[in-house]
């Protein structure tokens, strides 16, 4: 399994500002996921981000709001813009099994508070 | 369109009594379908998946889910609770193809009572 880590754990941000979250693998993946886990809910996939080519948005999402970057194949960063307490959520990263590529691995999250 | 649902928002054990998640899915072709657990402050882990080997699938820390196709069911038991079961658990479905997206329901949180 991938060992995977995120930084921040968690912050607290004033409205307006942008948080940039970083995702470090111990392994190299094609494909690395960013999800959203509003208070009391469910994840929520936010998009896709291959390296070498632009991220994939889900449905709801956008680039400008979310930008992700996937400079190399273990590591990728999301970033929160223009911040609102609406944003307030875990936000996670996943990687792809490479036993099995169907199962995904999750980081510990981070924990983002905006005020 | 994938999905799964959790039935029970909230569920309340006994220590020692019988853990029974419940999770239905749905799915055009057969699924992929996999149980994670959420500690307090913490990220997800895999507690056990189903791939289409075995029907009755058995994971970490005491959990099996059985795959009933009948039902489109994976519901989560474990016979004997724990007060470290206490977590949110999230039941999920992946469809084999390109894209492989992970749904994952509502989430189901477990009180585990002395």
């Known amino acids: 399994s991938a060992v995977i880590s995120q930084k921040p754990s968690r912050d607290i941000c004033q409205r307006g500002t942008s948080l940039t979250i970083q995702c470090q693998v111990d392994?190299?993946?094609?494909?690395m996921f960013w999800y959203r886990q509003q208070p009391g809910q469910s994840l929520t996939l936010i998009a896709t981000?291959?390296?070498?080519?632009?991220?994939?948005?889900e449905s709801g999402f956008v680039i400008d709001k979310f930008p992700i970057s996937r400079p190399n194949l273990t590591f990728s960063t999301l970033t929160v813009s223009n911040m609102s307490p609406e944003d307030s959520s875990i936000y996670l990263c996943?990687?792809?099994?490479?036993?099995?590529?169907?199962?995904?691995?999750f980081g510990p999250g981070t924990r983002l508070t905006v005020l | 369109a994938q999905s799964v649902t959790q039935l029970g928002s909230h569920v309340s054990v006994s220590e020692g009594a019988l853990v029974l998640l419940r999770c239905n899915y749905s799915?055009?072709?057969?699924?992929?379908l996999f149980w994670y657990v959420q500690y307090p402050n913490q990220g997800l882990q895999l507690l056990l998946k189903?791939?289409?080997?075995?029907?009755l699938v058995k994971g970490i820390n005491g959990f099996e889910a059985e795959f009933k196709k009948s039902e489109t069911s994976f519901h989560l038991t474990k016979p004997s609770a724990h007060m470290s079961d206490a977590a949110e658990y999230f039941c999920?479905?992946?469809?084999?193809?390109?894209?492989?997206?992970?749904?994952f329901g509502t989430g189901t949180k477990l009180q585990v009572i002395p």
């Open positions: 799915s055009s072709v057969p699924p992929y």
């Open positions: 981000a291959n390296q070498g080519s632009e991220a994939t948005y």
């Open positions: 189903y791939t289409s080997a075995a029907t």
């Open positions: 999920a479905v992946i469809i084999s193809g390109g894209y492989q997206k992970v749904t």
């Open positions: 392994s190299q993946v094609t494909m």
């Open positions: 996943s990687v792809k099994g490479t036993a099995w590529i169907n199962e995904q691995f």
